[in-house]
């Protein structure tokens, strides 16, 4: 029975991960789990999964959960602290950080001085601290083991290397609803546009990121932290199915490749088994009706948040976090209608072109960037 602690358990890949719990109850059992502010479903999964501590990070919503849950044998606790202790000092053996944004970096720290296992769905954790997260688990002897579908495939494809080396990694995109949309179109796109993801339900944040393709950015980014490979092994292609998750060629030019339907328990499911695959509650790919896999090129010059992420990750440093921090903003502005879909690339190249270089930043300086671009751009796009 592994104990599970689950950090934003109310978004997308926390009530998936749920789900997995829920299909296999002689597996797992859910010890702790902390949200943002949406006490409904939260209060629902604390009567369903019976936990020992929730934490939620508004501290008002909190308060209003404690008063509804005071019947239940539940710790309540609130704020940045309480997402802390939900990772640290919880009896769990792994957490799932699946909560959005630099937030989750505390947290995340947090567990792994612990010396629990982390399922990482949080990618900006990575993209902004993986200089320090990586070295931080090897010491305490921690296993990272990736959830998003493209880095849990690369780390399977990874799984049989003994010593042989990597060429390149092929890490896939879907392209997003606009992946054919010309300039001129985009310039135009509608919040409601850019929310219709073609291949995965998502929370609204990363549907947006994949739209624009700053989520592949990103997930450049945390490829070559996870794998320790540069930026030059990292090559970007279309798959708009969604079936190949990605891929990993070798030196001698084989290529070993993950496959599987687009359902996130799959790899949440495997992150919490690893090394085992077993039964999950998804559907299995079924290759008798596949009619053809697609496979193309990014449009870079259109689609520049993907060009952006591959500047940054060279430049290393402060910069991946100010990529990160300025399309925090952009994603949150343009879904308020504040700016338009191509602002948002506006938005990062300046914060890159105007940030100062820190070549290995603190977790302080990282959080102190982010409220710096959150500030500026305030002033600056209003």
Not at 13 to 26: C, E, K, N
Request: aromatic letters at 6%.
């Amino acid at each position: 029975m592994k104990r599970i602690a689950v950090l934003g358990s109310t978004g997308s890949i926390g009530t998936q991960t749920l789900d997995v719990v829920r299909s296999s109850p002689d597996l797992f059992t859910v010890t702790a789990i902390a949200c943002g502010s949406r006490i409904e479903l939260f209060e629902e999964q604390i009567r369903e999964f019976l936990p020992e501590m929730a934490a939620v990070y508004d501290e008002a919503a909190a308060a209003v959960l404690a008063e509804r849950v005071k019947d239940l044998p539940v710790r309540v606790l609130s704020g940045m602290d309480g997402l802390i202790e939900v990772c640290g000092a919880s009896p769990s053996d792994i957490v799932v950080t699946a909560i959005v944004g630099m937030i989750g970096i505390r947290p995340t720290i947090a567990a792994i001085e612990a010396g629990k296992d982390i399922a990482l769905a949080n990618k900006e954790t990575c993209v902004t601290a993986g200089h320090l997260i990586m070295p931080l688990a090897k010491e305490k002897g921690v296993n990272i083991l990736p959830v998003d579908s493209e880095h849990s495939a690369i780390f399977q494809a990874l799984m049989g290397r003994h010593g042989s080396k990597i060429a390149k990694i092929l890490l896939t995109a879907s392209g997003g609803p606009f992946r054919h949309a010309s300039p001129e179109e985009l310039r135009n796109v509608t919040v409601a546009q850019a929310l219709a993801h073609p291949t995965w339900n998502m929370g609204a944040k990363i549907t947006i990121d994949s739209a624009t393709m700053v989520n592949k950015g990103l997930e450049v980014i945390e490829a070559c932290r996870l794998f320790d490979v540069t930026p030059d092994q990292v090559q970007v292609v279309l798959q708009p199915q969604s079936i190949i998750h990605s891929a990993v060629q070798y030196e001698d030019g084989s290529v070993i490749a993950q496959l599987g339907p687009s359902d996130m328990r799959i790899p949440i499911q495997f992150a919490l088994t690893w090394p085992d695959h077993l039964p999950s509650p998804a559907e299995p790919l079924d290759f008798t009706k596949l009619s053809g896999i697609e496979i193309g090129v990014p449009r870079n010059d259109v689609f520049r948040g993907l060009p952006l992420a591959y500047e940054a990750i060279r430049a290393g440093g402060l910069m991946t976090t100010v990529y990160n921090a300025a399309n925090e903003w952009a994603n949150a502005a343009f879904r308020q209608g504040r700016i338009g879909f191509l602002d948002i690339y506006e938005v990062i190249e300046d914060a890159m072109n105007t940030a100062d270089v820190i070549p290995h930043p603190s977790v302080e300086e990282i959080l102190d960037v982010q409220g710096a671009i959150n500030r500026r751009c305030e002033v600056k796009y209003g």
